[in-house]
């Protein structure tokens, strides 16, 4: 089977990217055998230098085949061939742990387990995290229970914590974090937002409207600990900030809405 002008431009391609996109059936697999075989007859690159990553171990199984045939007479070559990385993304990971155990920290004959039951031990994992989380935290665990409680209706789905902590996980692990950023606060925001409301809520109702008024004499009312519940319950404020005017009322009403108020 001869290749096609688009694909002898694919396997010849050098000193740049090749992106292929075709269709089922195409010859992207045959496209891929032959650019590995270029490599290794034209170029001379060592096959153990050359990584292959195929989507099925069927695609993977067949491309090393194909290679082991191609260099059947040239017996150097097809050894050579015979331990190339051809493989799944996933078959490429274990193979690599397996080949530096030890600077991984994993033991030589782990075995991968199966979506299923990983998810399983994931789930479990993280509702054990939970319960020592509560007996060695319990009043923070408590508040943390108590908003959630809050937050939800009695019609609507409740807050699945176990999953939120695998979601956090998941999150981290793509996107190569380590740590959670601690909370980060404006120092003194909230006293000043304070001080803002309670200059809105002794103007007269006309200036800024009755709405307004009533919302900034509850919140000026509120007491200067640290913001809790009660804290963002008085803040709800369905007062467009557009309507109101310049100074003030306004700018309290922007400061309150600042997520560091609450860290």
Known sequence: ????????????????DVCVVAGPGAGKTRVLTERFAWLVEQQNVDA???LAITFTEKAATEIKQRLIDRFAAQP????????????????????LLREHSIAAGVAPDFAVIDPAPAGRLL??????????LFEERTVEMRRLLEAIDLSTSDEGNKADLA????????????????EIAGPSSAPGLFARARDLARIAAIGPDGMHGPRLREWAVRFAALPAGPPGLGHLAAAEIDVSLGSLKKGAPRDAAKELKLPAMWQ
Do not use: H, K, N
């Not at 479990?124 to 995290?129: F, L, M, P, R």
């Open 48 to 50: 153990s230098r050359i």
């Open 163 to 178: 999953q939120a902590l695998i979601d956090v996980l998941e999150a981290m692990r793509t996107s190569g974090a380590r």
């Open 76 to 95: 150097d070559l097809r050894e050579s061939i015979e331990r190339a990385w051809v493989s799944t993304i996933d078959g490429f990971c274990a193979r």
């Open 1 to 16: 089977m001869q290749l096609s002008r688009e694909q002898r431009e694919a396997v010849e391609r050098s000193g740049q």
């Open 123 to 132: 789930r479990e994992s993280a509702e054990e995290a939970l319960d020592t």
